[in-house]
């Protein structure tokens, strides 16, 4: 397993960078109620009503959207979708694309199988006590990576207390200095300061040499002799690989990959997307949504 460690290359995926739509009212579907709607000329409305009555909705009611809408009260999940296929509609979408968006969320909200993976003593951002946990998968050669974790920070300070973030180490073999450049982040983790080398090393993903590292090191203020012997200590490497072993259990094939309390998330990387996914997470804990109000309504 250990020489699996650099085995998988990096991916980004197909990343859609789109905002959603209102949330979910009470009563039957209005006009009112997908206010995008305003905004799409007749032929994008066409689409729209094609695509309500062949999608097949995955809340309390199981029949396509349109159905669904026209209920009394209107299912909220499908008044949801509804808004977020108007939406990306009103941004010249493709229709693929969107169905592919609705069917992972119906495949998130359905999923029961969930990844075992250590949060003990991982890079953690937030209320340590938090009962809804994103493990990111990355490594600091991925500038997807680094695109990802400011968010994540976002999103858990926006969470009150009910979000954390934890950072799970999966170096790639494609990427010459990978697994240098996490031993220096779990060297800083041992003194405390991993999220200011990780802001670091994303900051320049190109210069992350050992003198680079030890520069990075001095400049955070970490005690230099601890951090050159750990930074050359197997026990370091030995937690970077159990994460990556971790990873390729859980179905990791490349970075960054996010996980909502284990459940494998392969939705758009935005603030939109993810804080839905998680509010769906909540209200299956029994939970209260830790980001009410309109979250896909610009």
Not at 90 to 96: I, P, T, W
Not at 101 to 119: G, H, M, P
Not at 194 to 209: I, P, Y
Not at 234 to 249: C, N, S, T
Request: glycine share 8%.
């Amino acid at each position: 397993m250990k020489n699996m460690v650099f085995s998988i290359c990096c991916i980004a995926g197909i990343v859609f960078l789109y905002s959603g739509l209102s949330p979910a009212e009470e009563g039957a579907a209005e006009p009112d109620s997908i206010p995008i709607i305003a905004r799409l000329n007749q032929a994008q409305r066409t689409d729209l009503d094609g695509l309500l009555k062949d999608i097949t909705n995955y809340g309390v009611c199981e029949e396509d959207l349109s159905t669904c809408l026209n209920k009394k009260p209107a299912d909220p999940v499908a008044l949801k979708n509804a808004n977020i296929i108007a939406f990306l509609i009103s941004k010249g979408v493709k229709e693929e694309h969107i169905r592919r968006i609705i069917s992972e969320k119906a495949k998130f909200a359905k999923e029961t199988k969930r990844a075992q993976l250590t949060v003990q003593g991982r890079p953690t951002d937030g209320n340590p006590q938090a009962p809804i946990v994103l493990a990111d998968f990355a490594e600091f050669k991925c500038p997807f990576c680094g695109e990802l974790l400011p968010l994540l920070h976002r999103i858990v300070s926006a969470s009150n207390g009910m979000v954390r973030a934890v950072f799970k180490h999966f170096p790639l073999k494609s990427h010459k200095g990978s697994l240098l450049s996490s031993c220096a982040a779990e060297a800083a983790h041992r003194q405390g300061k991993f999220w200011e080398m990780a802001a670091l090393l994303f900051k320049d993903m190109n210069n992350q040499e050992r003198e680079h590292l030890e520069a990075h090191a001095g400049s955070i203020g970490l005690d230099m002799n601890r951090f050159k012997t750990d930074l050359d200590d197997q026990a370091v490497v030995k937690v970077i690989e159990r994460d990556k072993e971790e990873g390729l259990a859980a179905g990791v094939s490349g970075t960054p990959s996010l996980y909502i309390n284990g459940k494998a998330y392969n939705l758009p990387r935005h603030g939109s997307f993810i804080k839905d996914a998680i509010n769906e997470e909540a209200a299956s804990m029994g939970l209260n949504p830790p980001f009410p109000g309109n979250l896909f309504a610009e």
